[in-house]
């Protein structure tokens, strides 16, 4: 890795469990997997920002609802996400939201984004689609313990 060009380093359990047992002010040598890293070239073209009003543009020409999986994810990362029947969303590497991968959605994490998409959808077109029951989900499946 050439840590004088931009980079950044994907949550997975690995890079959890290294800087949970980091001090600060210490220094570690590790070597990351090409999954674990994140270089410039693949940062930009992962980073929707430049292409977001071009597509809510598009979006409202056709009359189209938008739901931005991008913020959705900031929110989620940022903590303190709840659904609307008040599940908490976690975003760390152990939590719900992320499968052991710490990229992909769990099936929790996917209702949460069929949930999000619903509200764009019914808000966009007076639609009157249900949501998803997250929390009986959740008790469903024992996530809850």
């Known amino acids: 890795m050439d840590v004088s060009r931009p980079s950044s380093l994907i949550p997975s359990?690995?890079?959890h469990h290294l800087f949970e047992n980091f001090s600060r002010g210490g220094e570690f040598r590790v070597n990351f997997e090409d999954v674990e890293v994140i270089d410039e070239g693949e940062?930009?073209?992962s980073d929707p920002t430049p292409y977001n009003g071009k597509i809510?543009?598009?979006a409202a020409e056709k009359d189209l609802a938008v739901f931005d999986l991008f913020d959705l994810y900031k929110r989620i990362h940022q903590g303190g996400y709840r659904t609307d029947d008040g599940v908490l969303v976690d975003g760390t590497p152990y939590g719900n939201f992320?499968?052991?991968d710490g990229i992909y959605p769990t099936p929790l994490?996917?209702?949460v984004i069929a949930?999000?998409?619903i509200?764009?959808?019914n808000k966009h077109y007076g639609a009157k689609i249900p949501l998803i029951d997250i929390a009986g989900f959740v008790r469903a499946t024992?996530?809850?313990k």
Do not use: H, M, P, W
């Open 98 to 100: 992320f499968s052991s």
């Open 115 to 117: 949930n999000e998409v």
């Open 119 to 121: 509200k764009a959808i």
């Open 142 to 144: 024992g996530l809850d």
């Open 43 to 45: 940062t930009f073209c």
């Open 13 to 15: 359990a690995k890079l």
């Open 109 to 111: 994490g996917q209702a």
């Open 56 to 58: 809510r543009e598009y």
